[in-house]
């Protein structure tokens, strides 16, 4: 018996007993996951459809990614062996293509807070993101049924991977009042408070299988160093992405006890990016400092455009644009990622049981 669930296992991917359907991911983020939400939402000032967006994968076309290639949570999934979820805003998905792929509800400029990247006038929150899902839970308990979309839903991957614009593009910004409302103590209480109401109500949902992805040293990001007179990390910055992610370590190994059947891990890369960072070559990377899509020597470019200068090799660069890594970083941190959460392919994983819990063999 068991020999026959692996074999269709590997012919039609994991079909879950009880509900026809799969395990799937449903992703939750900001441009760093963003894989076309902005592009559907015209207004919104933070977009990755232009070259050369998109180089690297696919037809090299523009496809809503920010990066030459692929995200972080692509390539975690991939490794998984999990389908890649398609934007929740692409309006010719249907049901089907949700039990099969799953979503992707990532956005970016979005943040865990509503009022964080304002500027960008349009953006998903993490709030309006658990919206979207909460409508998407209606759309497949109308096509499957109330009890097949509850181990849909049980079973299914989660990521949680926002933070990042809380800062960048809120608390570190002037314009934005959160920035004279809180000091990085209250700021801290604040952001971490919501995330852990946005959390248990994704588990009253029914996530039981969820990562939360911390930050990176984000006071290096390119955008960052041209706002010091050095050229230097802000090191008041990267503090404060170290604060979060200990905070939200803490968060998720206590929401981990708390909530029954749950499995919700926590991990960052920060430490191997900062190595990364300060010595490029370590890891066959020739700059860290600069983004490989710049628009001639007018930094900081919002975005990479058309009119852009492209490194000469850009798998040897850390950073793609002003904000966000590249390809091939994005391939390291995921590496790190995947080491810290101890996750092994959900092929490898056999028939699924009532209280589902991914085999926690540590990968070398
Ligand atoms: C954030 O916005 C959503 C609407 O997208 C709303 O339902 C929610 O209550 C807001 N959260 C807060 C804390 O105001």
Redesign the pocket.
């Known amino acids: 018996m068991k020999i026959i669930v692996i074999i269709v296992a590997i012919i039609f991917g994991i079909v879950l007993e009880g509900c026809n359907c799969k395990i799937v991911q449903f992703i939750f983020g900001d441009s760093l996951s963003d894989v076309g939400n902005n592009m559907h939402l015209s207004r919104s000032l933070a977009q990755a459809n232009l070259p050369w967006y998109g180089i690297d994968m696919g037809n090299g076309l523009p496809n809503g990614r920010f990066s030459n290639g692929r995200t972080v949570a692509d390539i975690i999934g991939d490794k998984l062996g999990l389908p890649r979820p398609p934007p929740v805003l692409d309006t010719s998905l249907t049901e089907k293509d949700i039990l099969i792929n799953g979503l992707n509800y990532a956005s970016g400029g979005g943040g865990i807070?509503?009022e964080t990247g304002t500027y960008f006038i349009e953006k998903l929150?993490l709030?309006?993101q658990i919206?979207l899902f909460q409508g998407t839970q209606e759309l497949i308990r109308g096509k499957i049924g109330k009890r097949g979309a509850e181990i849909f839903f049980r079973e299914a991957r989660y990521v949680v991977a926002l933070g990042s614009n809380d800062f960048i593009n809120n608390y570190l910004m002037p314009v934005y009042t959160d920035s004279w409302t809180y000091n990085d103590e209250t700021f801290m209480d604040y952001l971490i408070g919501?995330l852990r109401r946005q959390l248990k109500v994704l588990y009253s949902l029914g996530a039981r299988q969820l990562m939360v992805f911390g930050l990176g040293p984000m006071g290096c990001i390119p955008l960052q160093r041209v706002l010091t007179t050095t050229g230097n990390c802000r090191e008041k910055v990267n503090k404060l992405a170290v604060t979060f992610n200990k905070a939200s370590n803490e968060l998720v190994n206590e929401l981990a006890k708390q909530l029954p059947n749950s499995n919700y891990r926590f991990g960052d890369a920060y430490d191997v990016v900062s190595d990364l960072i300060s010595n490029p070559t370590k890891y066959g990377f020739e700059n860290s400092d600069k983004p490989c899509c710049s628009f001639g020597r007018i930094r900081p470019a919002l975005t990479c455009v058309p009119a852009s200068i492209l490194c000469s090799d850009r798998s040897k660069y850390v950073f793609w644009d002003e904000y966000h890594p590249s390809d091939s970083a994005n391939e390291l941190i995921a590496n790190e990622l995947i080491k810290k959460f101890g996750f092994s392919r959900v092929d490898q994983v056999a028939a699924p049981s009532p209280a589902p819990d991914i085999a926690p063999s540590p990968q070398n």
Do not use: R
């Open positions: 807070l509503n929150s709030d309006k919206e919501t």
